[in-house]
């Protein structure tokens, strides 16, 4: 929120008008104080969460750290239930082999097609 934004707001609240720099300067002073309040309070929350802060000096930059690092947990947690799916198509490939089984085979076609899902997922 800028000096405009703060001084739009008190004058349509009946808080500052006319050239009278007294009443702004205060109403911009209050305005900036909940802000940083309600960022540091968004920032605590991260924190709390486990989530870094960076270099968020407004509640919106905060958000967008926020959401990155969500998105790269998502992109992290795909990834590893995909190597996961791969871990066993390797698995009953290898029984396959071995044994022949016919349920080892669709095992694997089975795990493939769930690692195939998990990552185009990602592409979305």
């Not at 800028?2 to 209050?30: C, H, Q, W």
């Not at 802000?35 to 000096?57: C, F, P, Q, V």
């Not at 996961?84 to 089984?101: G, M, N, P, Q, T």
């Amino acid at each position: 929120m800028d000096r405009e934004e703060i001084i739009r707001m008190a004058r349509e609240a009946g808080l500052a008008y006319g050239s009278d720099e007294k009443p702004l300067n205060s109403v911009t002073r209050f305005a900036a104080l909940v802000a940083a309040a309600e960022r540091n309070k968004l920032a605590a929350w991260m924190i709390k969460h486990s989530y870094a802060t960076g270099h968020g000096d407004s509640i919106e930059k905060l958000l967008e750290e926020l959401e990155w690092q969500i998105e790269e947990s998502v992109r992290n947690e795909r990834e590893a239930c995909a190597e996961a799916c791969e871990e066993v198509e390797s698995r009953a490939e290898e029984l396959w082999d071995k044994f022949a089984y016919p349920e080892d085979q669709g095992m694997a076609s089975g795990a493939r097609q769930c690692t195939t899902a998990i990552r185009a997922r990602g592409q979305a």
